[in-house]
């Protein structure tokens, strides 16, 4: 026996209510869970974006020197020669910034000082060997030599004039200097004329964004030193790591007793800091989700299981004039396709206006439409399953119910 549409739907017509509160909560949940949905993916993406140094070796220590007087310079080189004597350490600096760490340093940028406004704003790197101390793979030109690093506070200061070079990211270059090479070219950065003398492949900002300024990353030589703001960056193998990063808090300690050591962490965890928000927000949206997957799910077996009770005498009947179970269960499943159905096409145009909104709101990104009809499918799963323990009760109804009062 073929399932007819039209009879269904005049059922639904006279049960009007109930119906239209079922599609506008499946409506409700399809918007909502395609936004929550690409949310999450969203989230996720941003937390494992490539940071571009081995993670795993590097910790950082900040520390504040209280009442420290004399030569900031030498307090800083004696530091240093302290950690590089901690056994484990295999490469030491003072640095400002860290990809995905708590202190961003930028800038703009552009490609002649007759610019008036940046072409780009860029992330900031500076330390003495901090592309050896970060493990930057150079894929052109050359690092920084010795003679070209300059105190950070002299070069502000203009006590001290630096080399003016700089190195920037393979795709730092590609996006400045399309048409060739970016070695060799100048580029302004603040109010420096500086020359690119190294492309490294890969190193993310301190904070990120979006996308596309994920790489927009420039180092250096300039020598950093704690009271700027600066952090040791140590590098130590992955298995000793921990007890390094212990013994190199000792060490400054034995410096200078007097000190304040205000961060000590293994980079995993500074990362794991950073990205705490986006994590939050996709364990809280994966919840919403979840949760009112099921509600609709309740919602769709409770009304089915109420219209199965009322419609007792009349699936009786029907089963008196021939209808099979299977024709019974179809019909319970057609008719919440139908529902579904009504709900998933408000829901897209619903989930396509609560993405707009938050792009006004948010600056999130579009929804690509490949979720709308994803979300379609599993709604339509969800219904399909829901119905099933209603529909087969229905179909178990025997013919001599239609004899009954």
Known sequence: ?????????????????????????????????????????????????????????????????????????????????????????????????????????????RLDKAQKSPSIDVGLFYGEGLSDVLGLRLVAGRRFTPDEYVWVDDHVTRRAAGANVAMVTSALAKRLFPEGSALGRQVVIGTDTMRIVGIIDRLAAASVSARDDLNDTVVLPWRMIPAYGGGYFIRARPERAARVLADAVAALKAVDPRRVVVEARLYPEIRARYFATDRAMALTLGVVSMALLVVTALGIVGLASFWVGQRRRQIGIRRALGARRADILRYFQTENFLLASMGIVLGMVLAYGVNLILMRQYELPRLPLLYLPVGAVALWILGQVAVLAPALRAASVPPVVATRG
């Open 1 to 109: 026996m073929s399932i007819d549409v039209l009879p269904i739907l005049s059922t639904l017509r006279r049960h009007r209510l109930t119906a239209t509160l079922l599609v506008l909560q499946i409506a409700l949940t399809c918007a909502i869970v395609c936004n929550a949905t690409f949310l999450i993916g969203d989230r996720l993406s941003r937390m494992l974006m490539p940071s571009g140094i081995p993670e795993e070796q590097l910790m950082r220590i900040t520390v504040s020197d209280i009442g420290a007087r004399g030569d900031v310079h030498a307090r800083t080189v004696t530091d240093l020669a302290a950690l590089r004597r901690v056994a484990g350490v295999d490469a030491v600096t003072v640095g400002n910034s860290l990809p995905f760490g708590s202190s961003s340093w930028t800038s703009g940028l």
